[in-house]
Protein backbone atom coordinates (compact mmCIF):
# COMPACT_ATOMS: atom_id res chain seq x y z
CA UNK A 1 0.00 0.00 0.00
CA UNK A 2 1.74 3.38 -0.39
CA UNK A 3 2.20 5.77 2.12
CA UNK A 4 1.27 9.37 1.38
CA UNK A 5 2.21 12.83 3.67
CA UNK A 6 0.18 15.54 2.91
CA UNK A 7 1.86 18.97 4.21
CA UNK A 8 -0.68 21.42 4.49
CA UNK A 9 -0.76 24.22 7.01
CA UNK A 10 -4.70 24.52 6.09
CA UNK A 11 -6.34 21.31 7.78
CA UNK A 12 -9.77 21.71 5.60
CA UNK A 13 -7.37 21.77 2.58
CA UNK A 14 -5.27 18.98 4.09
CA UNK A 15 -8.49 16.67 4.76
CA UNK A 16 -9.80 17.48 1.18
CA UNK A 17 -6.61 16.12 -0.12
CA UNK A 18 -7.33 13.47 2.10
CA UNK A 19 -10.87 12.45 1.31
CA UNK A 20 -9.78 12.60 -2.31
CA UNK A 21 -7.05 10.14 -1.90
CA UNK A 22 -8.66 7.84 -0.12
CA UNK A 23 -11.37 7.72 -2.86
CA UNK A 24 -9.40 6.95 -5.54
CA UNK A 25 -6.55 5.22 -4.41
CA UNK A 26 -5.37 1.93 -1.69
CA UNK A 27 -2.80 4.05 0.63
CA UNK A 28 -2.18 5.20 3.88
CA UNK A 29 -2.06 9.12 4.56
CA UNK A 30 -0.74 10.96 7.67
CA UNK A 31 -1.40 14.71 7.53
CA UNK A 32 1.31 16.98 8.89
CA UNK A 33 0.48 20.87 9.18
CA UNK A 34 3.70 22.50 9.97
CA UNK A 35 7.18 21.77 8.63
CA UNK A 36 7.92 20.65 12.56
CA UNK A 37 5.03 18.07 12.69
CA UNK A 38 6.62 16.68 9.17
CA UNK A 39 9.89 16.47 9.97
CA UNK A 40 8.65 14.54 13.39
CA UNK A 41 6.23 11.93 10.95
CA UNK A 42 8.56 11.26 8.28
CA UNK A 43 10.53 8.21 10.52
CA UNK A 44 7.57 6.68 11.46
CA UNK A 45 5.46 7.16 7.89
CA UNK A 46 8.27 6.63 5.57
CA UNK A 47 6.16 8.26 3.02
CA UNK A 48 6.26 7.26 -0.73
CA UNK A 49 5.01 10.28 -2.08
CA UNK A 50 4.93 13.96 -0.25
CA UNK A 51 2.00 16.47 -1.34
CA UNK A 52 3.78 19.61 0.35
CA UNK A 53 2.09 22.75 -0.01
CA UNK A 54 4.74 25.66 -0.64
CA UNK A 55 3.70 27.95 1.65
CA UNK A 56 4.11 26.56 5.30
CA UNK A 57 3.76 30.14 7.21
CA UNK A 58 7.30 29.72 8.19
CA UNK A 59 10.31 30.98 7.36
CA UNK A 60 11.57 28.40 5.05
CA UNK A 61 9.05 27.50 2.47
CA UNK A 62 7.42 24.01 1.53
CA UNK A 63 10.72 24.02 -1.38
CA UNK A 64 13.69 24.12 1.44
CA UNK A 65 11.74 21.75 3.42
CA UNK A 66 11.48 18.94 1.15
CA UNK A 67 15.35 18.93 0.02
CA UNK A 68 15.71 18.66 3.37
CA UNK A 69 13.82 15.83 3.70
CA UNK A 70 15.70 14.33 0.45
CA UNK A 71 18.71 14.62 2.17
CA UNK A 72 17.67 11.57 4.19
CA UNK A 73 14.53 9.92 2.76
CA UNK A 74 13.82 8.27 -0.59
CA UNK A 75 10.08 9.66 -1.77
CA UNK A 76 8.15 10.80 -4.77
CA UNK A 77 7.15 14.83 -4.52
CA UNK A 78 3.87 16.76 -5.67
CA UNK A 79 3.99 20.60 -4.37
CA UNK A 80 0.35 21.77 -4.37
CA UNK A 81 0.55 25.46 -4.00
CA UNK A 82 -1.29 28.53 -5.09
CA UNK A 83 2.00 30.07 -6.50
CA UNK A 84 2.43 30.51 -10.04
CA UNK A 85 5.46 32.56 -11.06
CA UNK A 86 8.22 31.40 -13.26
CA UNK A 87 10.32 31.71 -9.85
CA UNK A 88 9.06 29.73 -7.73
CA UNK A 89 8.15 26.96 -9.97
CA UNK A 90 12.23 27.08 -11.03
CA UNK A 91 12.77 26.72 -7.51
CA UNK A 92 10.44 23.94 -7.13
CA UNK A 93 11.32 22.42 -10.29
CA UNK A 94 14.93 21.81 -8.49
CA UNK A 95 13.46 19.15 -6.05
CA UNK A 96 12.49 17.14 -9.59
CA UNK A 97 8.70 17.17 -8.40
CA UNK A 98 6.51 14.83 -10.10
CA UNK A 99 3.79 17.44 -10.08
CA UNK A 100 2.96 20.45 -9.80
CA UNK A 101 -0.44 21.48 -8.97
CA UNK A 102 -2.23 24.86 -8.98
CA UNK A 103 -4.29 25.75 -5.79
CA UNK A 104 -7.59 25.46 -5.92
CA UNK A 105 -7.34 22.20 -6.16
CA UNK A 106 -10.24 20.24 -8.06
CA UNK A 107 -10.58 16.09 -7.68
CA UNK A 108 -9.89 15.55 -11.58
CA UNK A 109 -6.66 17.45 -10.93
CA UNK A 110 -5.69 15.77 -7.88
CA UNK A 111 -6.47 12.33 -9.52
CA UNK A 112 -4.91 13.30 -12.48
CA UNK A 113 -1.34 14.97 -10.63
CA UNK A 114 -1.32 11.80 -8.06
CA UNK A 115 -2.29 9.03 -10.78
CA UNK A 116 1.16 9.70 -12.50
CA UNK A 117 3.26 9.65 -9.63
CA UNK A 118 1.32 6.42 -8.73
CA UNK A 119 3.03 4.61 -11.56
CA UNK A 120 6.61 5.65 -10.15
CA UNK A 121 6.22 4.33 -6.99
CA UNK A 122 3.88 0.97 -8.33
CA UNK A 123 7.25 0.29 -10.38
CA UNK A 124 9.86 1.06 -8.01
CA UNK A 125 8.00 -1.18 -5.07
CA UNK A 126 7.78 -4.03 -7.79
CA UNK A 127 10.83 -3.83 -8.70
CA UNK A 128 11.84 -4.19 -4.76
CA UNK A 129 9.68 -6.74 -3.82
CA UNK A 130 11.50 -8.93 -6.39
CA UNK A 131 14.67 -8.80 -4.92
CA UNK A 132 16.13 -11.34 -2.04
CA UNK A 133 15.03 -10.73 1.74
CA UNK A 134 17.68 -8.05 3.07
CA UNK A 135 17.23 -10.14 6.52
CA UNK A 136 18.62 -13.60 4.68
CA UNK A 137 21.17 -10.99 2.74
CA UNK A 138 23.02 -9.72 6.06
CA UNK A 139 24.30 -11.99 8.43
CA UNK A 140 23.18 -10.85 12.19
CA UNK A 141 25.89 -8.60 12.73
CA UNK A 142 24.96 -6.35 9.73
CA UNK A 143 21.64 -6.46 10.73
CA UNK A 144 22.35 -4.88 14.30
CA UNK A 145 24.92 -2.24 13.02
CA UNK A 146 22.11 -1.62 10.08
CA UNK A 147 19.44 -0.88 13.15
CA UNK A 148 21.83 1.07 15.10
CA UNK A 149 22.24 3.31 11.35
CA UNK A 150 18.84 3.69 11.18
CA UNK A 151 19.18 5.25 15.20
CA UNK A 152 21.64 7.60 13.94
CA UNK A 153 24.45 6.12 15.65
CA UNK A 154 28.10 7.06 14.97
CA UNK A 155 30.58 4.89 13.98
CA UNK A 156 32.41 4.77 17.04
CA UNK A 157 29.10 4.54 18.98
CA UNK A 158 28.33 0.71 17.27
CA UNK A 159 32.22 0.17 17.34
CA UNK A 160 31.51 0.23 21.48
CA UNK A 161 27.99 -1.44 21.33
CA UNK A 162 29.56 -4.20 19.59
CA UNK A 163 32.75 -4.25 21.10
CA UNK A 164 34.89 -3.80 18.06
CA UNK A 165 37.17 -1.22 16.27
CA UNK A 166 35.53 1.95 14.32
CA UNK A 167 37.69 0.40 11.47
CA UNK A 168 35.80 -2.91 11.47
CA UNK A 169 32.96 -1.38 11.74
CA UNK A 170 33.28 1.26 8.52
CA UNK A 171 35.11 -2.43 6.87
CA UNK A 172 31.27 -3.73 7.81
CA UNK A 173 29.57 -0.73 6.45
CA UNK A 174 31.09 -0.92 2.44
CA UNK A 175 30.53 -4.66 2.87
CA UNK A 176 26.92 -3.81 3.86
CA UNK A 177 26.50 -1.14 0.70
CA UNK A 178 27.50 -4.12 -1.51
CA UNK A 179 25.51 -6.54 -0.54
CA UNK A 180 22.28 -4.44 -0.44
CA UNK A 181 23.54 -2.56 -4.01
CA UNK A 182 23.89 0.83 -2.48
CA UNK A 183 26.12 3.89 -3.49
CA UNK A 184 29.12 3.63 -1.19
CA UNK A 185 28.22 7.26 -0.52
CA UNK A 186 27.45 9.41 2.79
CA UNK A 187 23.74 8.77 3.81
CA UNK A 188 22.97 5.70 1.27
CA UNK A 189 22.53 3.36 4.03
CA UNK A 190 21.11 5.38 6.70
CA UNK A 191 18.30 6.33 3.55
CA UNK A 192 18.06 2.32 3.34
CA UNK A 193 18.05 1.91 6.70
CA UNK A 194 15.21 4.28 7.53
CA UNK A 195 13.14 2.76 4.79
CA UNK A 196 13.51 -0.63 5.08
CA UNK A 197 14.11 -1.70 8.59
CA UNK A 198 11.38 -3.61 8.99
CA UNK A 199 12.44 -6.51 6.18
CA UNK A 200 15.64 -7.36 8.33
CA UNK A 201 13.60 -9.37 10.98
CA UNK A 202 13.65 -12.82 9.64
CA UNK A 203 10.79 -14.97 9.13
CA UNK A 204 10.25 -18.05 11.96
CA UNK A 205 11.07 -21.20 10.21
Not at 69 to 84: A, G, K, N, R, V
Not at 108 to 120: S, T, Y
Request: aromatic share 6%; charged share 25%; proline share 4%.
Amino acid sequence: MTRILIIEDEIIIARFIEQQLQAHFACEIHIAISAAEARAAMPQALPHLLLCDINLQAASTGIDLVKELQLQYPFEIIFITSYQTKSIIEQAAAASPANYIIKPVDEMQLFAGVRLAMDKIEAFTSAEDQQPSPADVLNSTERRIVQMIRLQKSTREIAVALNLSPYTIKNQRHKICRKLKLKDENNALLKWALEHAGKLQKEPA
